[in-house]
């Protein structure tokens, strides 16, 4: 009987977090949330189910996460195989990875502690960015085609930051691919879709999966060596 | 909405009318600006306030001497002493509003209509003058005034309600019920102030520990602590000398039966009050008692954490992520990995019905044939696909039958021919049959890739290339159902097939013959050796 209502909420927690894209959180999963915190045979077989999708599952802050291993083939999500990709060209897209990153590093920063951060601020960010890149790889590998930071440096120069001559509104939520502004609004916008910021007008704010997931299992100071492993390939 | 929040408005507008007007005091001398005349008010202020404290009389020739120093150090303005003489006459003429008490005007809420507030901050006296032989005029703060001073509050919270009480005390035993009344209010106001304060700590604890300076913890827990549990005891000895005053004129009241006793019945209201008040006051202090242990629990824990993890949480993402991209672009292509948890789980690439089987990536490779083996029943797709298979390998085999036929049935006409001549011959002569045999072309692109054009046929090299032709994408001609088929048509041919499928079933024979190789060696068993193999050495067969 005792094992059967486990079974039962086991069941009923992998079906959420399936259908509630790896996730689950506020009021509506208290109840189950709290089964899963107090029994330690859910917990037990909700690892083993896990561990047949090759996945992992993790309590944190009160929300339940369904991760999914790195050498997961059929769950997870691809960054190369997302909107992002549609929407951008191929270098265009590379370009886009680099405006996510400055925006996770600035966002993620411990030092800064920052609560907001200015739309329009990210145009000097990403030139800062580009800039550093361009001095750092000099005199590396100029022959590498595919990925090239002149390449990627000539697209974002080769572009008006903002329309000129609008309102300040109209300036800094501009979609046009034509101006640098319109770039970022479209990682912005994908960003918000995926649900890891908050976008408020101008300011952009992280959402508390990305600040969770990012201190808790990614950047997790005990996987030091792993993420060089996966960076470095 | 506006009885809540203007309430309270009347005293407060009391105690800022005061700033108002020594805002409003400004200098006539434009090199004095509004910041600096400001300032100098105050410092005005202060130095009468400095004299009373010594207990000297404060005449306007010391504020003179003050101004030439302060303008020294200070202002450094290029102006005479009779100006600097004008300048304190000015500014102190305007903050004593030329000898009037000052009326501010604003709206009491509870009248319904403006009244005027009066507002005074300097007294004036005049005191004879033994040097000089004659009366002259000294400055002191009035009442309002100091309040205004000090209620910045530069002295410490802490004494202030030790301070309060005390004097709460003294009135009380002299009888001043109306001014313990206010005290207790002071004290009152102080503790929610110190609660506020601890309050504040906490939120900046919550923050993080390097938010809260050790100085000001130690002063808001310990010091609090110190005195607010030495004043407890002593608001209930206060409590307990309320008590008492109100028995002793509640048994007066009963004792006098004539006369006015309106008085007592007042006194009587104002000690009820400053009774409830000490008993809100003490369940203020176990509040605030509450609250600073809470605190140095909290305290407590962030300093042990904070040595537990000495180093951060979380990787740097700047140094870790950004600064390899930037060293090194391909890590891009690698980002996939490392996001993957990051971003939400996407449904649709969970295996689906859906979603066609090409744009899913593959599950776990398992061993599926044995299970497959287990399905005996094709579904219905699976089965018209094989009819129609079997109609498309049907029609292909009829085709080359006809063909065949009507190639036996020119073979009567003529001994030899090239398959040029036998095309012309049906299209001059018989070209229905030269319909029938080019109807499909694709199978015909077969036979005529083979056979060229002026070369004489040879049925055996037709039959031979035949075999080869791929008739489904996965079924190969089966030449003897060709030749079956037209052995069942009672054709006139039917002689010339004898032959031919007997070249054709050497054909195939032989096919099958240069599969199997036979070699022999020759091993001498006496001398335990072989002959050496090679190629000169093998036979075919």
């Known amino acids: ?233 | 909405m506006l009885d809540n929040v203007l309430s309270l408005y009347d005293s407060r507008i009391k105690v800022l009318s005061l700033n108002y007007l020594v805002n409003k005091a400004k200098s006539k001398f434009t090199c004095f600006s509004d910041e600096e005349s400001f300032s100098l008010s105050v410092q005005l202020l202060d130095f009468i306030m400095q004299q009373s404290f010594k207990a000297k009389h404060c005449f306007k020739e010391d504020m003179y001497k003050f101004m030439g120093e302060l303008n020294k150090v200070v202002y450094k303005k290029e102006l005479s002493s009779d100006e600097l003489e004008e300048v304190v006459d000015d500014l102190i003429n305007k903050l004593r509003s030329k000898g009037e008490v000052f009326h501010f005007e604003t709206y009491n809420h509870e009248k319904g209509s403006n009244i005027e507030i009066p507002v005074r901050l300097i007294a004036t006296n005049s005191v004879f003058k033994d040097e000089d032989d004659r009366y002259a005029i000294t400055y002191s703060l009035t009442e309002s005034g100091y309040r205004f001073l000090l209620g910045t509050k530069e002295y410490d919270d802490l004494l202030g309600i030790e301070v309060s009480r005390i004097i709460a005390q003294i009135k009380l035993e002299n009888g001043d019920f109306e001014g313990t009344v206010g005290l207790v209010q002071d004290i009152k106001n102080a503790i929610h102030l110190q609660l506020r304060k601890v309050f504040e700590c906490g939120q900046k604890l919550k923050k993080g520990l390097n938010n809260v300076k050790t100085k000001d913890y130690e002063y808001i827990t310990k010091n609090t602590l110190e005195v607010i549990i030495k004043e407890k005891s002593e608001y209930q000895d206060l409590k307990r000398d309320v008590n008492s005053h109100i028995k002793t004129k509640e048994k007066l009241k009963t004792i006098r039966t004539d006369g006015d006793n309106s008085k007592l019945e007042k006194s009587i209201t104002l000690l009820n009050r400053i009774g409830d008040d000490l008993s809100n006051i003490e369940k203020l202090v176990w509040d605030l008692i509450e609250a600073i242990q809470s605190l140095q629990v909290d305290y407590e824990n962030a300093i042990m954490n904070a040595l537990k993890v000495m180093s951060p949480k979380m990787l740097d993402f700047e140094t870790n992520v950004l600064g390899k991209i930037e060293e090194d672009l391909s890590v891009i292509d690698r980002l996939d990995n490392l996001y993957k948890p990051l971003f939400p789980l996407s449904v649709s690439r969970i295996y689906s019905p859906l979603t066609p089987y090409f744009k899913q990536d593959k599950l776990i490779e398992e061993d599926t044939s044995s299970e497959l083996e287990a399905f005996d029943s094709k579904t219905e797709l699976e089965k018209e696909q094989e009819i129609a298979l079997n109609k498309k390998i049907a029609s292909s085999e009829n085709f080359f039958a006809d063909f065949f036929e009507e190639l036996l049935k020119f073979k009567i006409i003529k001994e030899e021919f090239t398959l040029r001549e036998f095309f012309n011959y049906l299209i001059t002569e018989d070209k229905a049959t030269y319909i029938k045999v080019t109807r499909d072309t694709e199978l015909l692109r077969e036979i005529v890739i083979f056979l060229s054009e002026t070369d004489k046929i040879n049925f055996t090299s037709v039959a031979s290339s035949l075999k080869d032709v791929d008739v489904s994408g996965t079924e190969i001609l089966d030449i003897h159902r060709v030749v079956l088929n037209i052995i069942n048509r009672d054709s006139e041919v039917v002689e010339f097939l004898s032959e031919l499928s007997l070249n054709i079933d050497l054909l195939i024979n032989q096919n099958e013959d240069v599969e199997t190789i036979k070699v022999k060696t020759e091993i001498d068993l006496e001398n335990m050796s072989f002959a050496e193999l090679s190629c000169a050495d093998c036979k075919f067969y």
């Open chain 1, 1 to 233: 009987m005792e094992l059967d209502r486990i079974l039962k909420d086991a069941n009923s927690i992998m079906f959420n977090l399936l259908g509630n894209r790896g996730e689950l959180s506020g009021n509506k999963y208290k109840k189950l949330i709290g089964k899963y915190k107090s029994s330690p045979e859910l917990r037990e077989i909700l690892e083993s189910t896990a561990s047949d999708y090759m996945c992992e599952v993790k309590c944190i802050d009160n929300r339940l996460f369904l991760i999914p291993l790195e050498e997961n083939p059929y769950l997870g999500f691809k960054l190369s195989d997302s909107k992002l990709k549609g929407v951008f060209k191929k270098d265009e897209y590379y370009l886009g990875n680099i405006i996510i990153a400055v925006i996770f590093s600035e966002l993620l920063n411990e030092r800064k502690e920052l609560d907001y951060l200015e739309v329009s601020d990210l145009l000097t960010l990403v030139d800062e960015s580009l800039n550093r890149a361009e001095k750092k790889q000099k005199d590396g590998n100029e022959d590498a085609e595919d990925l090239n930071i002149d390449k990627l440096k000539s697209i974002w120069d080769s572009k008006l930051p903002y329309p000129e001559g609008d309102t300040k509104k109209s300036r800094f939520s501009t979609i046009s691919l034509n101006y640098r502004m319109g770039y970022i609004n479209k990682v912005v916008k994908f960003l918000e879709q995926e649900s890891l910021i908050n976008r408020v007008e101008d300011s952009i704010s992280a959402k508390p999966r990305l600040k969770l997931l990012m201190e808790n299992r990614i950047l997790n100071v005990n996987r030091r060596y792993e993420v060089e492993k996966l960076l470095i390939g």
